[in-house]
């Protein structure tokens, strides 16, 4: 018996041993968690980069890979900051991730945007008590992935009690059941009305 974390784990190991004319080997579905180390409120402040001081910021946990779908949200938030939906003065997009594979022209395209590069911060090896503190902080929590087996920073953003907009992809459709917004990973205008509406709405 193969035991698979969620029902569209389940229906992709179906697919494959079909596909690979192998036997098809029962499978059970549970539900998992996350481990989320605590730190205490008053070094939430003290370890934040300083790029994040005192600025109200959405956060997206994840490789920085073309599947997780960036490129969506960069898209989105240079929207706001045109539309004037945002402050780009006070609220921050952070990409906090390690670089992965081809990618280094959309990060060349960060940098060089005069409109967004100073209001999307990307932070790279990022230690576990400081993704705990940069999760305690941010305002709100995205996931905009293509597909995903299953969505560890989704429930890392309800664990820490941080509202969380996610795609409806894969099985991030079952993460967090009804305490998440979900949107289409291609609908760039869906995604601007959202981050504006959570950057703005609950100062």
Avoid at 85 to 107: C, E, K, Q, S, Y
Avoid at 120 to 140: E, H, M, P, T, W
Avoid at 153 to 164: D, I, T, Y
Wanted: with cysteine.
């Amino acid at each position: 018996m193969k035991w698979l974390a969620q029902k569209t784990a389940r229906k992709d190991w179906i697919r494959y041993c079909r596909g690979h004319g192998n036997r098809e080997v029962h499978a059970e579905v549970f539900p998992l968690g996350s481990d989320i180390r605590r730190l205490p409120s008053d070094q939430i402040q003290l370890s934040l980069p300083s790029s994040l001081a005192g600025k109200r910021y959405a956060l997206f946990v994840s490789t920085i890979e073309p599947r997780k779908n960036h490129r969506l949200l960069y898209q989105a938030w240079e929207a706001c900051i045109r539309q004037r939906l945002i402050d780009p003065n006070d609220h921050r997009l952070v990409f906090v991730g390690r670089r992965g594979w081809a990618m280094d022209d959309f990060l060349d395209e960060l940098s060089c945007n005069s409109i967004t590069r100073d209001s999307i911060i990307v932070l790279n090896d990022v230690q576990d008590i400081q993704l705990d503190l940069i999760y305690r902080g941010c305002a709100f929590v995205l996931f905009p992935s293509f597909y995903e087996g299953y969505g560890l920073p989704v429930v890392e953003a309800l664990g820490h009690g941080k509202p969380c907009i996610s795609s409806d992809a894969g099985a991030l459709a079952e993460v967090g059941g009804d305490l998440v917004m979900r949107l289409c990973p291609n609908d760039v205008q869906g995604w601007t009305r959202a981050i504006a509406h959570y950057m703005t709405s609950f100062d």
